[in-house]
């Protein structure tokens, strides 16, 4: 490339990893990501720092672990003090743009005001509770100056429209950062449920379900109901992918465009707690990444585990940018075409709102605290934790056995729980007290 590179970040919402071909998925949902994952980089273990909307949107924007920017948990405003992505981007010279959900400016179904959209200035078509002013086939977002636009088709459908329409709209001659945010495939919080576009989940009600799912297949658990327009919602966006990259060729941007497809988490389908996500289990947290273009080419699958609190340090590098002080992340740009060497792989993960929990994911175990006598809405962290649980990823990648309380496992938890409270001191909080759970 001659100049920065064009940017643009493909976000889907609460999307489990192994929804995804490139991921191991039989069920055909996801070909064009595929595609581009054949030619460019493949992350295999790519997680969340915090399985819940807005904190992990805040990480992303920020760098900086949820407990540092202070949205610890929905509807708390990113602070209009700190400078993030698109800000820095902006100096580096690039065009910026945001499309879709933002959900970090608790205006809910009003506008969001210029200030609180994070830097985002060149380009806006967005609603901060996308979920609640739009259905799945239709509702309204708010352009750059504030005026309603209302969409009356399927939503990844609408927000692909404008993302188009800013692709279309830009001068290629500026470099630009675009971040297009959809809704789906979470569920529709109006009506509690899953919906796909008119069709699509009847392709898949006998499609291929992960073992997690089957073998957790409590009364509470209502994956057999959703699953079949989760996957339809997946199919859909694909298409839509596939759609929007188009318009970059047909600009004659492709070549000159880094593309990056993430989630902000996954969904257990409420066989781990009475929701989707917000807990330490792999089905919460793994989430596919992609990147295609620049130095991600060649088909490489990396295997080093990287967090959403180590995009903004990787997406700045892209632009030519170091990696600013406050931010807690790193830069795994260098993976694009070899492991890098003494890369940490242990990585933190903060839980709130359904418990206040600290858990490590290591490439073997994962191991969970929590703190029952916090109140996971009103308290970001607490001085104690009580060990919850313990998985030997090797062994049991579905996380069905907890070996918490197994004796033998007396050292590797020791082990675990300093790693831990290294890792906490590190993201800026003081170091707890882990009670271990012994029979």
């Known amino acids: 490339m001659k100049r920065k590179p064009n940017i643009l970040v493909f976000f889907t919402d609460q999307q489990r990893a192994d929804s995804c071909g490139c991921y191991g998925s039989p069920n055909g949902l996801t070909p064009f990501l595929d595609s581009l994952g054949e030619d460019g980089v493949v992350f295999e273990n790519a997680?969340?720092?915090?399985?819940?909307?807005?904190?992990?949107?805040?990480?992303?924007?920020?760098?900086?672990?949820?407990?540092?920017?202070?949205?610890?948990?929905?509807?708390?405003?990113?602070?209009?003090s700190d400078k993030t992505l698109a800000h820095y981007m902006k100096s580096a010279g690039y065009k910026t743009g945001y499309v879709g959900k933002?959900?970090?400016?608790?205006?809910?179904?009003?506008?969001?005001?210029?200030?609180?959209?994070?830097?985002?200035?060149?380009?806006?078509?967005?609603?901060?509770?996308?979920?609640?002013?739009s259905g799945p086939n239709g509702g309204f977002v708010f352009d750059k100056e504030n005026n309603k636009v209302e969409f009356h088709k399927y939503r990844v459908d609408a927000i692909t429209d404008y993302a188009i329409e800013t692709l279309r709209a830009h001068d290629p001659a500026d470099p630009l950062f675009l971040f297009v945010s959809y809704l789906e495939p979470h569920h529709q919080n109006t009506m509690n449920r899953y919906v796909a576009p008119d069709g699509y989940a009847d392709r898949y009600r006998d499609a291929w379900v992960p073992d997690d799912l089957v073998?957790?297949?409590?009364?509470?658990?209502d994956w057999r109901a959703n699953l079949p327009d989760y996957y339809g919602c997946i199919r859909s966006l694909d298409e839509n992918f596939e759609r929007l990259v188009n318009v970059l060729k047909e600009k004659g941007m492709y070549e000159d465009t880094i593309i990056l497809f993430t989630s902000d988490h996954g969904s257990h389908f409420r066989t781990r707690n009475g929701e989707y996500k917000r807990s330490c289990h792999e089905a919460s947290i793994h989430i596919p990444m992609v990147m295609h273009g620049g130095p991600f080419r060649g088909g490489r699958r990396a295997s080093q585990s990287v967090s959403l609190?180590?995009?903004?340090?990787?997406?700045?590098?892209?632009?030519?940018?170091?990696?600013?002080?406050?931010?807690?992340?790193h830069s795994f740009a260098g993976m694009a075409q070899r492991d890098i060497?003494?890369?940490?792989?242990?990585?933190?993960?903060?839980?709130?709102?359904?418990?206040?929990?600290?858990?490590?994911?290591?490439?073997?175990?994962?191991?969970?605290v929590t703190a029952p006598q916090k109140n996971p809405w009103l308290d970001s962290a607490s001085d104690l934790y009580v060990e919850e649980c313990l998985y030997d990823l090797k062994k049991d990648p579905y996380e069905l056995h907890n070996l918490v309380d197994d004796?033998?496992?007396?050292?590797?938890?020791?082990?675990?729980?300093?790693?831990?409270?290294e890792k906490i001191r590190a993201s800026g909080e003081a170091e707890p007290t882990i009670l271990p759970l012994e029979k």
């Open 102 to 133: 933002w959900h970090l400016a608790g205006t809910g179904v009003e506008p969001v005001p210029a200030e609180l959209r994070a830097g985002y200035d060149d380009y806006w078509i967005a609603a901060d509770l996308l979920e609640f002013s």
């Open 47 to 80: 997680f969340t720092c915090q399985p819940v909307c807005g904190p992990a949107r805040a990480t992303i924007q920020t760098g900086q672990y949820a407990t540092h920017n202070g949205c610890f948990r929905n509807a708390i405003n990113l602070p209009v």
């Open 309 to 329: 609190v180590d995009l903004a340090p990787t997406l700045l590098d892209l632009a030519g940018l170091p990696t600013p002080e406050q931010m807690d992340g």
């Open 215 to 221: 073998a957790l297949d409590k009364p509470d658990a």
């Open 341 to 368: 060497p003494g890369w940490d792989e242990d990585l933190l993960i903060q839980i709130s709102e359904s418990e206040v929990a600290r858990a490590l994911r290591t490439p073997q175990y994962k191991y969970c």
């Open 407 to 421: 004796p033998a496992y007396r050292q590797v938890k020791a082990e675990l729980r300093a790693k831990l409270l």
